[in-house]
Structure formats: structure tokens, C-alpha cells
């Protein structure tokens, strides 16, 4: 998880106020719920001494943003009568999580926030298509019309049928020569990390050959969508969804692969545990931070957002004459976001020795 937009939370002062919540908006009673759970957040950071203004600023963020679509998650951060942080998830955490700490718990925003790569959507027929950038901001769809006259194979025999038939395959091929120069334009203005194919059959086999060697290895075909007047895009997103949901898992795959091989060589690039791992964030030596279930562990922390140990000597023997305790779960990912590393949450797939590991930028 790239973590450059917290960035701005690590020059801030504290107390925070964390929330992750529920925000899901997909029943008749949505907005029932949804005052239930201000009154929860309330109720919370009442009970953990918040301060009125702060308590106010969460209250108002969670009333009044506009509601979502579906299922869905928010996590809300704030101090001092500010809101620092307000960001959708791309699903409803587990829990609802409330704290009132003296750094931000940023865990869950790690966990579930929706960090969408950009990728185009194209949906053809030997027509056109219509092609969709998904990236920063809103999408935009361009619209690649051809030549409709004539594009569709005439039965029967004789040299005016063959003639008509060549000139429907030269005319098709050309719609889709415009279609692949369009899509090639699209990838390389919103710098896409893949493509989605979609639309008939035989248009969108033959588009996919007519793409530039670099864009068809990033490519990928679905068997559905449609450009046809009434089609509904619902099965299309649902794939799309899908490959999104892929690649994020084969994601995390990668990172604890690469873990498991840079652990098991003499110099590698890996390290476990809170002391070797405080020890890099001090350094700033962390390129990924890995986080598996540190439970309730607690480290020392200096007024600066990389200074964290697991004991008071380290701190102290840096200048900071009196450390707070602090903990793991807070303080070592808010480390880490100060120190420009990103943010990996496992799950099964690593069994992390105090639940920290990290990938080290150089040995």
C-alpha cells in the first residue's frame, strides 16, 4: 500500500481520533444504521476522553458526506476540531474500530482502502468502441466510431458475394486499426497497469492482435459486455471487479514470496521482529513494512514520527530523555508512513515473529 497520501498526518499534533466503520448504504433502513453508528463513534470517543471539537468534526464527517453505493467502508482520522483524513474503503471492515490515541491507528485504511490501479476498459464490436480510462478521478470514455458499411459477411456464392465479403473484413479490420491507435492513446495518457477487452467475439480477438506488443501483455479479454443500444454493464463491472480483486491478492503473494526468498539468503533484503524492525524504520531503511497480528505489543516512541524502539535505551541514547510508550500497531506503521515505506497487511500468508517484518531497501 503506497502510503504517500498519509503523509501529511505525520506533521500533525495529537491526540487523533481514528475511525473505521461500516459505511455500507444497501437497505431500506441505510440511514438508520448509519445515525446508530454516529451515536457508537460518540459514545467511544466520549468514553475515551475526546475532546468536544474533535468528537464534533468526526460526528459532522459522518452525517454529512454524500452516502456511498453498495457496501462499503470509511475510515475518518482527526485532531483537534479537524478532520485530517477522510477516505472511502473498498469494502466494510470487519469491526467498527474507534480510537482516541496520541497517533493515528492506520492499520485498517492499509487493510481496505480501495487502491484501484488504472486500467482501460474497452467494449467493441467491428464497428467502434467505446474506451474508458479508470485512474485518478473520475473515468472518461471516448466514444470510436467507423464505418458501418458494410462490416458483416453476406452468405452465399459468386464474385459479387466474394467481393462484398472482402470488402466487409477490409472495412471491419480498418474500424478496428482506429480502435487500436485510440486504446494505445488511452493507456499511454493515463499511464494504465492493464486492459480489459470486452464487447463480440470475433472484434475483440482481432483487436487484441492489432494492439502494440507492449499493450497486449497487459491485456486480457472477457466474455461478455456489449455495445448494443440497452446493454446493461453490470456483468462487465462484476468481471472487472474480479480481475481487480486478483490482482490485488496475487499482489500479496509477491510481497510474501519475496519475504520468504530475501529471508532465506545470508544477505538478504528481510527482516522480523520489533527490535530488527524499529531498528530499519530508525534508520529509514524500510522499503515495505509487512504487518501480521501484533496484538496488543507495545514499543517506545520520541516526538519524532521515526523514532521508535523497543526500549527506552535506544531513544535515549538518540537524545529523547523520556520516551512514551506507545503502541506496536500505532507507532510502527505511523514510522513507516514518515519514513516514505509502504504498508503491507498479510494475513495467513506469513507467520511474522511479533507480528512486524519489513523489506529493507538496502542490506
Not at 190 to 212: D, I, M, Y
Not at 248 to 276: I, K, P
Not at 323 to 333: K, L, S, V
Not at 341 to 359: C, I, K, Y
Request: net charge negative; proline share 5%.
Amino acid at each position: 500500500m503506497d502510503t504517500s497520501a498519509w503523509h501529511g498526518l505525520t506533521t500533525a499534533d495529537g491526540p487523533f481520533a481514528s475511525v473505521h466503520f461500516d459505511a455500507s448504504y444497501d437497505t431500506g433502513d441505510a440511514a438508520k444504521l448509519l445515525a446508530l453508528r454516529a451515536k457508537e463513534i460518540e459514545a467511544a470517543l466520549t468514553d475515551q476522553r475526546a475532546d468536544a471539537e474533535t468528537v464534533d468534526a468526526v460526528l459532522r464527517a459522518v452525517r454529512d458526506r454524500e452516502p456511498p453505493v453498495g457496501k462499503a467502508g470509511r475510515s475518518i482520522i482527526a485532531a483537534h476540531g479537524e478532520v485530517l483524513l477522510d477516505q472511502a474503503l473498498a469494502g466494510p471492515p470487519p469491526t467498527q474500530v474507534v480510537r482516541f490515541s496520541a497517533l493515528p491507528y492506520l492499520l485498517p485504511l492499509a487493510t481496505h482502502v480501495e487502491e484501484t490501479p488504472s486500467y482501460v476498459v474497452v467494449v467493441t464490436d467491428r464497428v467502434g468502441a467505446e474506451v474508458t480510462e479508470f485512474g485518478r478521478g473520475e473515468p472518461r470514455t471516448e466514444t470510436v466510431e467507423g464505418a458501418d458499411h458494410p462490416v458483416h459477411k453476406v452468405r452465399g456464392g459468386g464474385s459479387a458475394h466474394h467481393d462484398i465479403q472482402n470488402r466487409a473484413e477490409e472495412t471491419a479490420r480498418q474500424n478496428l486499426e482506429a480502435v487500436a491507435r485510440h486504446v494505445a492513446k488511452a493507456v499511454e495518457r493515463s499511464r494504465a497497469e492493464f486492459v480489459v477487452l470486452a464487447g463480440e467475439v470475433q472484434a475483440r480477438s482481432e483487436l487484441h492482435g492489432l494492439l502494440p506488443a507492449p499493450i497486449r501483455r497487459i491485456t486480457t479479454e472477457v466474455d461478455t459486455g456489449s455495445r448494443a443500444a440497452g446493454s446493461s454493464r453490470a456483468e462487465l463491472d462484476r468481471r472487472v471487479h474480479e480481475l481487480l480483486a486478483g490482482r490485488h491478492l496475487a499482489g500479496l503473494d509477491d510481497v510474501a514470496e519475496t519475504f520468504r526468498a530475501e529471508s532465506g539468503r545470508a544477505s538478504g533484503l528481510a527482516v522480523s521482529g520489533l527490535e530488527a524492525v524499529t531498528a530499519a524504520l530508525a534508520e529509514a531503511n524500510v522499503a515495505t513494512l509487512l504487518v501480521g497480528s501484533p496484538g496488543d505489543t507495545a514499543v517506545f516512541a520520541g516526538p519524532e514520527p521515526a523514532q521508535v524502539a523497543v526500549g527506552k535505551a535506544g531513544l535515549q541514547a538518540l537524545g529523547v530523555p523520556e520516551p512514551e510508550r506507545r503502541r506496536a500497531d500505532e507507532a510502527i506503521p505511523f514510522a513507516a508512513v514518515a519514513t516514505g515505506a509502504e504498508v503491507v497487511v498479510l494475513d495467513e500468508r506469513l507467520d511474522l515473529w511479533e507480528g512486524f517484518g519489513a523489506l529493507l531497501r538496502h542490506s
